[in-house]
């Protein structure tokens, strides 16, 4: 749950893609209705078991296949394959549309702190808890996630260890289906760990954990099983298990199926699909909202776009000087005018590495590091990075920054946007438009590139989901978990590690705020800005929409079609 998920930026069609084509569209066509600007509410169409048939297949879009069925494992950290995952794999706890956790009676029938020096965790897990190959739910599927995650066998290939590296023991309590776990260190946001939870089988060996779940989930224990994959076709059919102890889902079915946002609208259209993330582009909004029988829902959600430098050792951003030059010369706010200021009048910019907008903690921390044109010039003059035409350089090399995009509009859309912008300053930005496919794996995660934009979405534990973005292993540099541009400090690690040690809310979130200060200094990560969580759906879905915060998992159980 702690880790945010990523997306590439293929949302949005910007303004300047939309002036380019001729077809903006004006008034209020585009813009989605008024949300409440807090965390707190979701917009999903609530409806009583009364009005809720039995039976029948959600048709469900996902932007790809799922890369690996195993989230913890670093290629399964996107949002298609946790759709996939969360369906057919259990969750500890659950989160709420307030951004609270809740934990799953299905799964643990009580879980409480039971001290607090050592600080100890006791999970006392629902005795009806089945896997899919008959074996019960016990403490050993606690302790061999455990043993995978905490970092302490590099064969694993996680995407995070935070919280797990925290816990000195996890041990059989009263029997089986008694759980004691013993934090080394305090963690703070110990309700993160364990969700989704694998069975031990998955996690025994790195080789399973790494590779043996990227086709298929071999085992499962939730309200659905895999019914039937399609790799020809793209599409993944989940069906209610009839083994599932909890309350019978109301869908005989889920047909997940790969498409092309662009090719939604139709899709809706035409009955090929049930809901769809709309992802902010102007087009899809537009069409929905004249569709008769689809409603657009909205509620304000953790999707957070960024501009991320890569630092790396050797690489022409490793100044931490000239990469505070490129934050004072990028305008944010146009950037946040133009990728959905179309939908949404006047969006701010983003000003919060942790927090997202609308929760009670988020505060600007930008500080001096805001658009400031005339500054970037003299600080670049100040670096040695001299005007020399067009563009600047130093000791006979040119100041170019290669800007990998995901060859989607609104990526590339944004690396024009930064030409433009950095350009004014001196800076030359060449694109590289690469295979969407090929973004993350190739490119993002090995860290080839200086510049990328894509988007974060994060869940109701923000400093377990920050720290794998925002610390380094400076003993292995290799293990950058999710830390692509592999900029950090010591003084950051130990903030960190303090911070998430941290049992007082008030007190951590004051810390994680004092730690977003030291992130827009060492000018890593440029917050961009936050998109507006609209989903449309056919009109007669029940429980489904805009989920807000309520996303980690899905409430798959929930959603049905309503009588009428």
């Not at 912008?421 to 794996?441: R, Y």
Request: net charge negative; aromatic share 8%; charged share 20%.
């Amino acid at each position: 749950m702690g880790r945010r998920k990523v997306l590439a930026l293929a949302a949005p069609a910007l303004a300047l893609a939309l002036t380019l084509s001729a077809c903006g569209g004006g008034g209020g066509g585009g813009q989605l209705p008024k949300a409440d600007t807090k965390a707190g509410v979701n917009d999903i169409n609530p409806q009583p078991e009364s009005n809720i048939k039995k039976g029948g297949t959600l048709q469900f879009p996902i932007d790809s296949p799922s890369a690996n069925w195993n989230q913890n494992e670093v290629d399964g950290n996107d949002v298609a394959s946790a759709r996939l995952s969360n369906t057919v794999e259990p969750w500890v706890f659950t989160e709420n549309a307030d951004a609270s956790l809740t934990a799953n009676k299905d799964i643990v029938t009580s879980v409480e702190q039971t001290s607090t020096s050592p600080q100890v965790i006791e999970y006392k897990i629902n005795p009806k808890a089945k896997w899919s190959n008959g074996r019960a739910f016990s403490w050993e599927d606690f302790q061999a996630q455990w043993k995978a995650m905490n970092g302490s066998n590099k064969a694993y290939q996680v995407t995070g260890t935070v919280g797990y590296e925290n816990i000195g023991s996890v041990e059989k309590g009263s029997d089986d289906q008694d759980v004691k776990v013993t934090f080394s260190k305090p963690f703070g946001e110990w309700k993160s760990l364990f969700s989704p939870l694998y069975p031990k089988e998955l996690n025994s060996d790195p080789t399973e954990f790494n590779t043996g779940w990227v086709d298929a989930p071999k085992i499962t224990g939730a309200a659905f099983k895999i019914g039937k994959i399609d790799q020809t076709a793209k599409t993944v059919q989940v069906v209610a298990d009839p083994n599932w102890w909890g309350d019978k889902p109301y869908l005989d079915a889920i047909l997940f199926k790969v498409m092309s946002r662009p090719s939604m609208p139709d899709a809706m259209a035409s009955g090929a699909i049930d809901v769809a993330d709309t992802n902010a582009l102007l087009d899809a909004i537009t069409r929905y909202k004249s569709m008769p029988n689809v409603t657009l829902h909205q509620a304000v959600a953790p999707d957070t776009a960024h501009l991320t430098l890569n630092g790396g050792q050797g690489r022409i951003l490793a100044d931490q000087k000239l990469r505070q030059a490129v934050f004072k010369a990028v305008d944010r706010q146009s950037i946040a005018n133009a990728e959905i200021g179309k939908i949404t009048p006047n969006p701010p910019a983003l000003n919060n590495h942790i927090y997202a907008q609308g929760t009670k903690e988020y505060q600007d921390n930008a500080g001096d590091l805001k658009f400031n044109l005339d500054q970037a010039k003299k600080d670049l003059d100040a670096l040695g990075w001299k005007q020399n035409g067009q563009y600047r350089s130093k000791d006979g090399k040119e100041l170019d920054l290669t800007y990998v995009s995901s060859s989607t509009p609104a990526s590339e859309d944004t690396g024009k946007i930064l030409q433009q912008q950095l350009g004014a300053a001196g800076i030359k930005v060449t694109i590289n438009a690469v295979p969407t496919a090929d973004f993350f794996s190739k490119y993002v995660i090995v860290g080839n590139f200086d510049l990328t934009t894509f988007r974060w979405t994060a869940g109701s534990t923000p400093m377990s989901g920050s720290k794998g973005i925002y610390t380094l292993d400076f003993k292995d540099p290799t293990d950058t978990q999710q830390n692509y541009g592999h900029v950090g400090s010591q003084a950051i690690n130990d903030a960190f590690d303090k911070a998430v040690g941290e049992l007082d809310d008030t007190k951590r979130a004051q810390q994680a705020n004092d730690i977003d200060k030291q992130l827009w200094e060492i000018a890593g990560e440029l917050p961009l800005y936050q998109l507006p969580g609209a989903v449309a759906t056919k009109k007669n879905v029940a429980n489904y929409g805009a989920m807000g915060f309520a996303t980690n998992p899905i409430d798959y159980a929930k959603i049905g079609f309503t009588n009428s």
